[in-house]
């Protein structure tokens, strides 16, 4: 039987049915990068996985099922916890919910949102592109460029799920690399862009201080989205349903 304290919840699930305890395997990691693949194949943004329900991908808004049977809360879970880090299992085992991102070599890079919907397991995957866009390249106001050349202050960049904060704030970094010579430090977790070096020098990780890098050098340090306790409260309750 496998002890690990990160799936102790999935374990107790499964005492309490009285049914035997099925080991993720290899098999669960293949079947999550057959699903990937399509995801790439296909160009979708995202990846569904609902209990219930088939796989599902989105392309260009529209939710499409995969030609497979509905998945089971256990299938869901197994399949994705192999491939979140250890601080985000036991986020998961904690709150109920999980954010980090996930690589492979041939198809790139994703995030990852595991939860519950309905008291079971459920996750969304998205793709994540390899190249950070060019702020002229959204379409946004000519003024959201002036943003990147203020000196001093805070810019919040809001919005819902899916609206491009992520993506304004990459663009707006993006920007800044390119012509200034500054010290940009990044705090995002999961991280959803990766910057190079150009003229600016970058540092930046998973929920990091400002102070830890303080060296004196003119700063900008954009944050990524914060996922507050009132979001999980609101998956709570949505559990208890």
């Not at 020098?201 to 050098?217: I, L, P, V, Y």
Request: net charge positive.
């Amino acid at each position: 039987m496998n002890s690990d304290p990160d799936d102790l919840d999935a374990l107790v699930t499964e005492l309490n049915a009285g049914l035997p305890r099925a080991t993720p395997s290899h098999d669960e990691a293949a079947r999550l990068r057959s699903w990937l693949e399509h995801v790439v194949e296909r160009g979708a943004s995202d990846l569904l996985l609902i209990a219930g329900a088939p796989p599902s991908l989105r392309v260009d808004g529209v939710i499409t099922p995969l030609l497979e049977a509905p998945l089971g809360s256990e299938e869901i879970a197994d399949a994705v916890l192999l491939v979140l880090p250890p601080h985000a299992r036991k986020m998961y085992r904690v709150a109920g919910i999980a954010d980090a991102s996930f690589r492979t070599p041939d198809l790139g890079r994703f995030r990852i949102n595991l939860h519950h919907e309905r008291g079971r397991p459920a996750a969304a995957i998205r793709r994540l592109p390899s190249m950070v866009p060019r702020l002229a390249s959204l379409g946004l106001p000519g003024g959201v460029e002036a943003l990147s050349r203020l000196p001093r202050g805070l810019v919040l960049v809001g919005g819902p799920t899916g609206s491009g904060k992520s993506t304004t704030l990459a663009a707006l970094v993006h920007e800044i690399n390119g012509r200034d010579a500054r010290h940009i430090i990044t705090i995002e977790d999961p991280i959803d862009y990766e910057h190079q070096h150009r003229r600016s020098r970058r540092t930046g990780g998973n929920r990091h201080r400002c102070a830890r890098f303080s060296d004196g050098a003119p700063c900008r340090a954009p944050a990524g989205a914060r996922r507050d306790r009132r979001r999980r409260n609101a998956r709570r309750r949505d559990d208890a349903d």
